[in-house]
DNA sequence: CAAGATTGAGGAGTCAATCTTA
DNA sequence: TAAGATTGACTCCTCAATCTTG
């Protein structure tokens, strides 16, 4: 309904109708969707999507992440990271690892119980995006959303 | 760089790595793209992207809308709809207006300063969306963009 | 009681300032 | 001095509680 009514409503901005269209249409889903995942995660495991991310990644990573570079990954700024895994170490999911040769840098890296609780973690998360993004999407819609996002993270 | 090392690492998710991608490149893409257009519209004229959205549709309003329905529109909750409007109130850009047949009600209105103001606001914004979105992607992309966003909302 | 708007409390995120180490 | 991490203060936003009116 109120999609309905936003992309009905042809405004007199200095955008055509239909650039606006896709402005206001890619806003307003997508923030649904992270609504939605975020959502679930947060009933299921408590644990805001920001969090999943950051643990995922560490996943991946067994060897760790200085806290600016994983800030890049999954662009967020430092001091949110900082706390994110804050969070994340109360709850044993991670640990704060020291450098060796660069005292200033703070190496994140997985624990093992974090590991242990990344399949069921790991099993909302992709059942959700599933649910609301993946199966509500052909094949070559999800490639073409591919290319149109790389095309604009190549700024 | 941030984009490449995400896309290329090919993570243990149950989504498959290209489904992933999608996922995760939508959500930067449009994380970077909201980011850009916010700081534009707050560095030219101090307004936050939800206050040019509800401001715009205001516009396109002249008759007013009540705070419920303003909320479905831009997907914005009752709650921060009032307080946006407190903001735009305090900066003289729009009046809140009684309901004569029912006095729960609470219409919001563009005033003549808004109306006024609505035209160099919209400059900004229209320029910043055409500077990182519309002229990153060709009119296909834009199309296909509309075709998928439809998908999502029809939930 | 239910619906519309507002207020209070709190989460998520940022930037600027600070602290430590290179 | 500058780089990496953290902390403080702030904005944006939501949910739950409250107030008013139907």
Same mark, same amino acid.
């Given at each position: 309904?109120?999609?309905?009514?936003?992309?009905?409503?042809?405004?007199?901005?200095? %955008?055509?109708?239909?650039?606006?269209?896709?402005?206001?249409?890619?806003?307003?889903?997508?923030?649904? @969707?992270?609504?939605?995942?975020?959502?679930a995660?947060?009933?299921?495991?408590? @644990?805001p999507?920001?969090?999943?991310?950051?643990?995922?990644?560490?996943?991946?990573?067994p060897?760790?992440?200085? #806290?600016?570079? !994983?800030? =890049? #990954?999954?662009? !967020?700024?430092?001091s949110?990271?900082? =706390? #994110?895994?804050?969070?994340?170490?109360?709850?044993?999911?991670?640990?704060?690892? =020291?450098?060796?040769?660069?005292? $200033?840098?703070?190496?994140?890296?997985?624990?093992?119980?974090? $590991?242990?609780?990344?399949?069921?973690?790991?099993?909302?998360?992709?059942?959700?995006? =599933? $649910?609301?993004?993946?199966?509500?999407?052909?094949?070559?819609? %999800?490639?073409? %959303?591919?290319?149109?996002?790389?095309? !604009?993270?190549?700024?």
């Amino acid at each position: 309904m109120a999609t309905i009514d936003t992309n009905a409503c042809p405004t007199d901005s200095d %955008l055509s109708p239909a650039d606006a269209e896709a402005w206001f249409g890619l806003l307003h889903a997508q923030g649904a @969707l992270v609504r939605e995942v975020d959502a679930a995660l947060l009933a299921e495991h408590r @644990l805001p999507l920001s969090a999943y991310e950051l643990l995922f990644r560490l996943g991946a990573n067994p060897e760790g992440l200085a #806290v600016s570079e !994983l800030g =890049r #990954v999954v662009m !967020l700024s430092p001091s949110r990271v900082s =706390r #994110v895994v804050d969070d994340l170490v109360a709850l044993g999911l991670v640990e704060r690892r =020291r450098c060796d040769t660069d005292a $200033r840098i703070s190496y994140v890296g997985i624990t093992d119980k974090g $590991r242990d609780a990344i399949p069921a973690i790991d099993a909302t998360f992709a059942a959700a995006v =599933r $649910r609301h993004f993946i199966d509500r999407l052909t094949r070559r819609d %999800l490639d073409n %959303l591919v290319k149109i996002t790389r095309k !604009l993270a190549a700024s």
